[in-house]
């Protein structure tokens, strides 16, 4: 696996506690929308703490971007990231994953668990082959929400918000759970579904779909 040391660009605040970095692309580095690398930081004690982060940009700019949150309760890499500036450097390693845009379907995604999907959205938008694919984004509260705007105007009606810990949200109030789903979503057996967020969501969400018809091999999320 080949590591590339890629300049940081800009940062860009996106919510209170979320981060776009714009990194330096290696020549000849192709992803594929939904995919991810590790990334570490090339401070001292910290080059071999590596995490998993998803490309947010499209293939086709001159750029790599990163959308993440920083966790600052604890000392962690996400924490170390929102400290950096413009011109210093970071790792990154080659491309994985497996969350893909295999067809039309239903998103849900969980926190920043919606960073898989965002190259994946911009990129049907590019093409014009959003059609009649839905975003059902659960967050604690309406600041949560990680590019708002954007994902509105590519999705319009068919952008769906479910807000847990705020009492006077105008969105719906609640859980992504089989009752909200079943209350969401008309066709079990004939779309895909793309599911990314915490474990427990993760847990939940897709033992939700499967009791409600869902074929196993519809659902798309990173194993």
């Known amino acids: 696996m080949a590591n590339y040391r890629l300049k940081i660009l800009e940062i860009t605040p996106v919510t209170h506690d979320v981060n776009r970095y714009k990194v330096e692309k290696p020549r000849g580095y192709q992803f594929t929308p939904g995919q ?3 990334v ?11 995490r998993p982060f998803t490309f947010t940009n499209l293939p ?7 959308t993440i949150k920083s966790y600052n309760d604890h000392e962690g890499v996400t924490k170390r990231l929102a400290n950096l500036k413009v011109g210093d450097e970071v790792e990154i390693g080659d491309p994985w994953g497996t969350i893909s845009f295999k067809g039309e379907g239903v998103f849900i995604a969980g926190g920043a668990g919606i960073t898989p999907f965002i190259s994946i959205l911009r990129s049907l938008r590019k093409k014009n082959k959003v059609g009649k694919s839905v975003l059902v984004f659960a967050n604690k509260t309406n600041d949560d929400i990680i590019l708002y705007e954007e994902l509105k105007a590519i999705l319009g009606h068919k952008f769906i918000n479910i807000i847990s810990n705020q009492k006077d949200t105008a969105y719906d109030k609640g859980v992504i759970d089989k009752a909200y789903l079943k209350s969401k979503i008309a066709d079990f057996e004939h779309q895909h ?8 969501f993760m847990k939940v969400v897709n033992g939700s ?10 659902l798309v999320f990173e194993q």
């Open 60 to 66: 086709s700019d001159d750029h790599l971007e990163f």
């Open 40 to 50: 570490s930081l090339l401070i001292a004690g910290w080059e071999a703490e590596k």
């Open 193 to 200: 579904f793309y599911v990314c967020g915490p474990p427990g």
């Open 36 to 38: 991810a690398t590790e």
């Open 209 to 218: 779909l499967k009791e409600l018809g869902a074929d196993p091999s519809t």
